[in-house]
């Protein structure tokens, strides 16, 4: 089910460094369907390593990505934030590539939200190792193809289309994948050799700078820096030229690359400049962030078991960041009584670990809680102005990346 790594999975030095030890955990998606399933859970240490040689922060166990993916419960389109961002992220892309008339690849396309936006002016293909996903993505009418992807896939879909896309998405699925190698010599092979491909990760600096540790679940192997994935690219000919920022996950960088040397744009030697005065790749910097992690918990515990003496404490967001907080807490069912979650494929299911049943957000049921921890930081706008919206008058606890209690008076 799952094995601990010797080596970098990027440049096979054996030289790492651990960095920060966030417990036992459950795979942060595998909810439970009922009260038998709790005794069957397994439990796998989470930790973080850092390459003493290329400097890739990854995990140092890693789970069959068959259990991990094979059924996937997290949709695109749920969030208004995303929807929005949908459309920004298109409009930036328009700077390179013209959306029409061109063939679009998304890897790890989920039920399909972002090609939906383009599939009407060009030909748009997803892959997706979630087959009940991808079901509902062809449903909808966008073409996905349910696989992992890797050298092999890339060239089916090569084979298959007879051509290969000028545009290829990759959004928040690199830090998935544990074979990096052949998933980058598939981007290599893929990709037209005018064409552009597209990365989205989680920037690593707002863990360390910011606190999001969160972040880290068995799901994210990798986690990437500007500088630390252009250098992966770059080790499989592949050429990062620009980026930009998303707020996705709380704050994301997306780097636009090229399978020929481009000029690199003023703002992207930058960042990069500004990642090596920062030393963000640092394994000084980065060996302090288990201390950094244990401090948080214990000041969030301090709060939570003082409220939770005389007030009723519901979640909301039954999100893998949400198990990864609450697994490394020590909290369960029995100090947060229930999460709310607006997706239904999560409705009636409990939290890993935690063992908190999920039900969708009704006023009517959020309105019975004296407190509301908001799990979901990262949309904590979006969640907060609908809390009010439905009148909601209790405290809000904003756990990172500061911890705040915010009070929704009368």
């Known amino acids: 089910m799952y094995n601990k790594i010797d080596k970098c999975r990027s440049c096979d030095n054996k030289k790492l460094i651990d960095i920060v030890n966030l417990g036992r955990q459950p795979l942060a998606n595998a909810l439970l369907n009922s009260v038998n399933d709790f005794k069957k859970e397994i439990k796998i240490p989470l930790k973080l390593t850092i390459c003493k040689e290329c400097k890739l922060i990854q995990l140092t166990h890693t789970v069959d990505p068959k259990i991990l993916f094979k059924k996937y419960l997290w949709v695109t389109g749920t969030s208004q934030k995303v929807k929005t961002y949908r459309k920004f992220f298109f409009e930036k892309l328009k700077k390179y590539i013209k959306l029409q008339n061109n063939f679009i690849c998304e890897i790890a396309s989920n ?13 748009a293909v997803g892959i997706d190792p979630a087959k009940n996903i991808a079901k509902t993505a062809n449903l909808n009418g966008i073409k996905t193809h349910t696989d992992f992807f890797n050298l092999s896939t890339a060239k089916k879909i090569i084979k298959l289309y007879k051509k290969k ?8 699925v690199i830090p998935h994948i544990e074979n990096i190698k052949s998933v980058m010599q598939g981007l290599r092979e893929i990709i037209s050799e005018n064409g552009i491909g597209v990365i989205e990760f989680h920037n690593a600096k707002n863990i360390i700078k910011k606190n999001h540790y969160d972040y880290i679940y068995h799901e994210h192997i990798f986690y990437f820096t500007l500088t630390s994935i252009n250098k992966v690219l770059r080790k499989y000919s592949l050429f990062g030229f620009d980026y930009f920022k998303s707020p996705i996950s709380g704050g994301s960088y997306v780097i636009l690359f090229k399978k020929k040397k481009s000029r690199q744009t003023l703002k992207f030697k930058k960042m990069i400049n500004e990642e090596s005065i920062q030393k963000l790749n640092s394994i000084k910097n980065w060996r302090k962030l288990n201390r950094i992690c244990e401090k948080h918990k214990i000041k969030l515990n301090k709060m939570i078991n003082k409220l939770k003496v005389n007030k009723n404490i519901a979640a909301y967001g039954a999100s893998a960041r949400s198990s990864t907080l609450i697994n490394f807490l020590n909290q369960n069912n029995q100090s947060i009584k229930k999460v709310f979650d607006l997706n239904p494929l999560k409705k009636g299911l409990f939290t890993p670990g935690t063992h908190i049943l999920i039900e969708k957000p009704i006023p009517k049921k959020i309105n019975k809680f004296d407190v509301i921890f908001l799990l979901a930081w990262n949309f904590k706008d979006e969640i907060v102005k609908f809390l009010k919206k439905i009148k909601y008058r209790g405290k809000i606890i904003i756990p990172l990346p500061n911890i705040k209690l915010l009070n929704l008076k009368k």
């Open 111 to 123: 039920d399909g939200f972002f090609l939906e936006y383009v599939k009407n002016n060009n030909t």
């Open 165 to 172: 896309p000028e545009l290829v998405i990759c959004r928040n």
